[in-house]
């Protein structure tokens, strides 16, 4: 889920500067690292990693939803529960594209699938 995270996150506005140093490691492990991802408008805070978008629906809605809704596009979620659906399933969509997640997967993972469709068909 990393390559999707990062698709989305450039999506999403945010920089991937691989010339960035920081000091990576802990204890007697330290060494110098490179690669920091940055969010939209802060150059000057940087993360080694671009947010866990497909974990954490907390991710999508501070960073995602906002680009949705300034694209004006409508968009949903559902949980289903039971035999006709499997257990704990999640649908998501946003306009014409859906995720789906089923079990072990999450509805932070479903709407990035959902998302990741949409991002693809506008390139085409």
């Known amino acids: ?3 999707l995270n990062k698709k989305l996150a450039k ?3 945010w920089v ?3 010339g960035a140093e ?3 490691g802990g204890g007697n492990n330290t060494s110098l690292m490179y690669g920091l991802w940055y969010p939209p408008g802060d150059h000057k805070t940087g993360f080694t990693s671009p947010p866990h978008f497909t974990e954490s629906l907390d991710a999508c809605f501070k960073w995602l939803v906002p680009k949705l809704e300034h694209w004006s596009l409508w968009w949903g979620i559902s949980r289903a529960s039971g035999l006709a659906h499997g257990s704990n399933n999640a649908e998501v969509w946003i306009r014409h594209a859906y995720g789906y997640a089923y079990d072990d997967n999450t509805t932070a993972l479903a709407f ?4 990741e469709k ?3 068909a ?3």
């Open 11 to 13: 999506w999403a506005n």
């Open 118 to 120: 949409l991002v693809d």
């Open 22 to 24: 920081y000091i990576g």
């Open 1 to 3: 889920m990393e390559e």
């Open 16 to 18: 991937y500067d691989e």
């Open 122 to 124: 506008k390139k085409s």
């Open 112 to 115: 990035c699938l959902a998302l």
